[in-house]
């Protein structure tokens, strides 16, 4: 029986082709199991399997209990047969003994081999998820095993089965059963069935891996991609740079009469392909991204929000290309640049500009120095209303018009922008930055215009204010926030250095306790000073004369510190009064007498201290015949 046994084992080697330890212990599992299960064995008992497989021998081995007579021959043993296994066994001693039943080899088997073949199913799981972890973001083919509306289920490598949603399939894609497809592996989900694979075909890194394939010059970094934007099934745009002279990174992707990116076309299903080459001047990288269009001119817009605007000033004629079936080309040279395009034809810029300087304050200086040019523009734009013939050199000549006057624009711009930056650099610096990780809760706003306001992006109480004080009319345009809204956040920004305490330097650990000290003299102190004796050490540190260290009079050291009596921290009254204390004599008998002693209290003062942005603890002094001095510290 123990050949079969064997033989059920060798099969499922065969099988799965899975490492031979991890067989091991799933099957000294599935014995161990099937034993329990077979003779009702108690789960307290500790049972270990004995396999060798090079004999095709397997056995349990059970602790039993060392007895003289056996009661219950699976917890006990005699003391004969346990010194086989144990040579110094004695009665009472635990000791493992074999203890596999006759029959067990047939029940052993097929329970065995169902355990077995589920530890090879989760080892066949983790396998397959640390393989296919390490292939994420990666490109793998299949075989197609299904479809349907939902998307495909692919067959791969280890018997893993990928799933490709709709959404990641290229438009207009079709696969048949048994058909080969390449694909991305986006995401890996653990599930109790095994890991879910999820492919894509659309990814914007499916793109980049087939680029990487089939240019050996991207591979090995000499060309390298630096952006991808990509609406799959119709056009894409891919910026790709070098760093090593003499090398057309352009050329390198499009390969000799195309023969390298025509292969990438014909994978993703005919989809365009533009490549550029990429420019660290956001000028000529946003005229590049629109083409195949030309353009007139790029000028560029940053706002201290962070957003970022191009206009692009085309010819006439290319309006409609360098827009795009849909804006499609304008939308891929955004998502391309990082950049907001608003693209112009140059007649519709020209109008533009001529009604401005016609009705703006704004430029009314620059309409004087361009005065004959904008009466030309002006005759030229009017002629082209009545359908006249507008030559090439007029177009020119509107053309370099309209540069020098989005310059001068830009110019206007870029001034307004820094004085824009400064400010809010000044507001910042009013602002703490813990501010920047608070949630909106403590500001005490109602619950539907904090969520209108995270929505909105306002999701910490730092950018509501800096807002608030920057661009208040932007908050305002958010449903439910009005004049009192902003007021309510105002307060919130008086009371916030209180909330958010920033200590500008840094104070000695030792000082809050030395304050304690100052304003409260121990009892002991005093009745040395009331029986005419000297004054500890510590009571002589707390007056005005500088401490031997350098620190401030009223700092007392560590040392100091813990040769004061507890008595010391106790609270002062609000005034000076006579309290009466039995005398004793010389053994620390009463006498019957009373004397009175003095209380010694100080006077104290919370107050704020607006330079360190601290609560500091003051006290009033009575010094000499002056009377009483200021509050000092």
Not at 101 to 106: A, H, I, K, L, T
Not at 469 to 477: Q, S
Request: aromatic residues 6%; glycine residues 6%; negative net charge.
């Amino acid at each position: 029986m123990k050949n079969e046994f064997v033989l059920a084992f060798n099969e499922v080697l065969e099988e799965k082709g899975l490492p031979k330890e991890t067989i091991l212990e799933a099957l000294g599992h599935a014995l161990v199991s099937a034993y329990r299960k077979s003779l009702n064995v108690s789960s307290a008992q500790e049972v270990k399997a004995v396999i060798d497989l090079d004999k095709g021998e397997f056995g349990i081995l059970a602790e039993k209990e060392v007895v003289e007579s056996v009661e219950n021959d699976l917890t006990e043993v005699e003391l004969e047969v346990a010194r086989k296994y144990d040579p110094n066994a004695n009665l009472g001693d635990l000791v493992m003994v074999d203890s596999t039943p006759e029959d067990f080899g047939r029940v052993a088997a097929q329970n065995a081999r169902q355990v077995i073949q589920e530890k090879f199913r989760q080892a066949e799981y983790a396998a397959q998820i640390q393989y296919y972890e390490k292939q994420l973001g990666e490109i793998i083919s299949g075989i197609v095993q299904a479809t349907n509306s939902q998307g495909m289920t692919i067959g791969l490598e280890l018997n893993a089965e990928g799933t490709m949603p709709r959404k990641e399939m290229i438009p207009f894609e079709r696969f048949r059963i048994h058909d080969r497809v390449r694909a991305l592996v986006a995401e890996i989900k653990e599930t109790g069935r095994g890991p879910q694979i999820i492919l894509s075909r659309t990814h914007r890194d499916f793109l980049r891996r087939l680029l990487e394939n089939e240019v050996p010059e991207i591979f090995h970094g000499v060309v390298e991609i630096r952006s991808i934007s990509r609406e799959p099934g119709h056009r894409a745009k891919v910026a790709v740079s070098t760093s090593q002279q003499g090398i057309d990174p352009v050329g390198a992707c499009v390969g000799q009469r195309g023969v390298r990116i025509q292969a990438i076309v014909r994978e993703l299903h005919d989809e365009k392909i533009d490549v550029i080459e990429w420019n660290s001047d956001p000028t000529v990288f946003i005229a590049k991204a629109i083409s195949p269009a030309r353009v007139n001119g790029v000028y560029l817009k940053e706002s201290v929000d962070g957003s970022r605007n191009a206009l692009v000033v085309v010819p006439e004629d290319q309006l409609s290309l360098a827009i795009g079936r849909d804006g499609q080309n304008a939308r891929l040279a955004a998502k391309l640049t990082g950049w907001r395009i608003d693209i112009k034809s140059l007649p519709e810029s020209i109008s533009d500009w001529l009604f401005a300087l016609q009705n703006k304050d704004e430029y009314k200086e620059l309409a004087k120095e361009e005065k004959e040019a904008v009466a030309q523009a002006e005759d030229i734009m009017a002629r082209k209303a009545d359908g006249r013939v507008i030559n090439p050199e007029e177009y020119d000549f509107l053309a370099k018009l309209n540069d020098r006057l989005e310059r001068f624009a830009s110019r206007k711009h870029q001034a307004e922008f820094e004085k824009q930056a400064q400010a809010r650099n000044a507001v910042l610096a009013t602002i703490p930055p813990a501010a920047f990780e608070m949630d909106l809760s403590g500001i005490g706003l109602p619950l539907n215009i904090a969520d209108a306001l995270n929505e909105a992006g306002f999701d910490t109480a730092g950018k509501l204010i800096l807002a608030s004080k920057m661009n208040p009319d932007a908050l305002k345009a958010i449903e439910g926030v009005d004049q009192k809204v902003l007021d309510r956040i105002a307060e919130f920004n008086e009371v916030l250095p209180e909330l958010i305490p920033e200590v500008a330097e840094e104070i000695p650990a030792e000082e809050p306790a030395a304050e304690q000290i100052e304003s409260a003299p121990s009892e002991g102190a005093a009745a040395a000073q009331a029986e005419g004796g000297a004054m500890p050490e510590v009571a002589e540190s707390a007056q005005s004369e500088p401490a031997a260290d350098g620190q401030p009079a009223g700092d007392v050291s560590f040392d100091q510190m813990f040769a004061i009596k507890p008595d010391a921290f106790e609270a002062t009254g609000e005034a000076s009064e006579d309290e009466e204390e039995e005398v004793t004599d010389e053994n620390g008998k009463p006498t019957g007498k009373k004397t009175k002693k003095k209380k010694i209290n100080k006077f104290r003062e919370l107050e704020y201290d607006p330079e360190r942005d601290l609560v500091v603890s003051k006290k009033k002094h009575k010094r000499g015949d002056a009377g009483w001095n200021e509050w000092e510290e």
